[in-house]
């Protein structure tokens, strides 16, 4: 990121702690606010018209909303820009994405992947509403196994939208490995 963006050695475990400033992120939260209203998608226009509109209400300057608020967001892989094409004016333009991350149901270790998988957790909730939400709700109704098991995953295992999973002992036999019984 150079010499601007993110100074801070403290570890960063929410959205706001990646903005040096209380103003600056009153400017993430415009922007988040607006990339919502529009499906998570925003041209290059039109980020550059909420940037002015920002600085003639005098709640962020133009110029520091791309240095400390967009381009820290696009370069830690918050936002991606992506090209489409413009059928109405027959070129190629761009817009900044929202990306989403598929997450594990738990954190992993310790430290600054624990740390990374909730901020990326937060973010998914942010601009995907309940998705770790949905996530704690699928993992919360595993049901116990029924007595019919047949050891695959399949439509004759679901019952009523319930998973089945399969026991512990299921699991290993199936991962045994297979022995030739026959000598030769």
Request: glycine letters at 6%.
């Amino acid at each position: 990121m150079g010499s601007r963006g993110i100074k801070s050695l403290k570890p960063i475990r929410h959205i706001s702690d990646l903005f040096p400033s209380p103003k600056s992120y009153q400017a993430f939260q415009e922007l988040a606010s607006e990339m919502r209203n529009r499906g998570n998608r925003m041209s290059t226009n039109a980020v550059s018209e909420l940037s002015k509109k920002m600085h003639k209400k005098k709640i962020y300057n133009r110029a520091n909303f791309y240095w400390y608020v967009l381009e820290p967001l696009v370069q830690l892989g918050f936002f991606e820009r992506r090209p489409f094409w413009n059928e109405s004016l027959k070129k190629t333009q761009y817009s900044y994405v929202v990306v989403r991350y598929d997450l594990p149901r738990y954190p992993i270790s310790s430290g600054y992947m624990r740390d990374a998988y909730f901020l990326c957790r937060e973010w998914n909730d942010y601009f995907f509403e309940g998705t770790a939400k949905d996530a704690d709700m699928y993992r919360n109704n595993w049901k116990e196994p029924s007595a019919e098991f047949t050891g695959s995953l399949s439509v004759s295992n679901l019952k009523n939208g319930e998973l089945a999973r399969p026991t512990t002992g299921q699991i290993l036999e199936r991962s045994r490995p297979i022995r030739n019984t026959t000598s030769g």
